[in-house]
């Protein structure tokens, strides 16, 4: 059975992206060898590398004064060394905002290296929404601000940006990078690693202000210097070849077969509105997590009346083929992923599975 991707990560690929790198893993005929096997100091490896950055860049306009880099150590690492380069021996605060599992993860990383305020914190009230406005106090003398714009467990995203002009923006936009344009020029820094929305796991983005550079502390161990990163072209060590060349088959089908990040975000708002108005016409028999005007389009998350009855659902879809419906390990409940690469179709199949199964309890 060819299953539905629906799970929260590593997310659905497109079609045409697989068959590719199944050729490519078999031989990539330029070099005479499988994929699995270039080196990444090779000519072919450089121009894989070139084409994903201009790609990126040009699905986000990005100006010229940002690196990008291909890095690894997933979005984990990055919550380390975004304050080691911008936290430690600075008399400053770091802004951090809790609104999910994924954002808490970054916090206590942060605090290590300096001193961290957390501007909002949705705890208490169980993650199921994200704050106003009126409710963040930022101060124009923060190091930086840093929030998560999609959260990936609990279904919340951001559909605005955060924070003040002059206070560095840090997002990790793991679970949305590429779904929808997001105004890049805005943030210092946006980091995203591959395995929801742009490929296998691997490789993580990180798209950052050339400035953030002029004061580096010293002493940052070697590989947790962007300034190694960016001289070396992301070959500091051997880099991720497979991960990368798959980047770039999926940026090439964002450009060329979606038609860019426009495009893209409709084609996402209509499968998450199918989703949703699926859920608020079932009469409660499908409760939707997140606050409404918080609601996330990669990530649908919701609960039916009782453990049971979702116990039941998860294994009655789990058969019918979809895969990945169960809730994060720390929630419970149903999370229909729907990154970029899953289909409308594979969608309206969810939903006719949803609408059926409703009908029969
Ligand atoms: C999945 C996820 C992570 C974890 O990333 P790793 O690459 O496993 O370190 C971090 N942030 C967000 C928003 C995520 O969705």
């Given at each position: ?291 409404r005007g918080d609601r ?31 809730g994060h390990r720390s ?26 199964f409703r009908r029969r309890?």
């Amino acid at each position: 059975m060819n299953r539905l991707n629906f799970s929260g990560g590593p997310g659905a690929l497109p079609e045409s992206v697989l068959a590719e790198t199944q050729r490519a893993i078999a031989l990539v005929p330029e070099e005479g060898l499988s994929l699995l096997g270039i080196s990444h100091r090779s000519d072919w490896f450089a121009a894989v590398l070139a084409e994903a950055e201009a790609n990126i860049r040009a699905l986000l306009h990005l100006p010229e004064d940002y690196h990008v880099l291909f890095l690894q150590g997933g979005a984990t690492l990055q919550f380390s060394m975004i304050p080691m380069l911008l936290l430690r021996r600075r008399t400053q605060t770091a802004e951090y905002l809790h609104t999910g599992y994924w954002s808490g993860k970054a916090i206590p990383e942060a605090a290590r290296e300096g001193a961290v305020k957390v501007l909002w914190d949705g705890a208490d009230a169980g993650f199921r929404r994200l704050p106003r406005d009126t409710e963040l106090p930022y101060a124009a003398d923060a190091a930086y601000l840093h929030y998560v714009s999609n959260e990936t467990v609990e279904g919340l995203q951001f559909h605005r940006v955060l924070g003040r002009d002059d206070v560095p923006r840090v997002c990790d936009m793991s679970s949305d990078f590429l779904s929808a344009p997001c105004a890049a020029e805005r943030f210092a820094l946006i980091y995203a690693h591959a395995q929801k929305n742009l490929g296998p796991a691997g490789v993580t983005v990180v798209i950052m202000r050339k400035d953030l550079l002029a004061d580096v502390p010293a002493n940052l161990h070697a590989a947790l210097d962007y300034r190694n990163h960016v001289s070396a072209r992301s070959i500091f060590n051997t880099p991720p070849v497979f991960a990368i060349y798959v980047v770039l088959l999926v940026t090439r089908w964002l450009l060329r077969d979606v038609g860019g990040l426009v495009r893209m975000t409709e084609v996402n708002r209509a499968k998450a509105d199918r989703l949703y108005a699926l859920i608020d016409a079932s009469d409660g028999f499908y409760v939707g997590r997140a606050e409404r005007g918080d609601r996330s389009l990669m990530n649908v998350v919701f609960n039916l009346e009782s453990a049971e009855r979702e116990a039941e659902f998860l294994r009655l879809a789990q058969a019918a083929g979809f895969h990945g419906l169960p809730g994060h390990r720390s929630l419970g409940g149903v999370r229909a992923s729907i990154y970029n690469a899953l289909t409308l179709d594979a969608v309206d199949a969810l939903c006719e599975f949803m609408d059926d199964f409703r009908r029969r309890r």
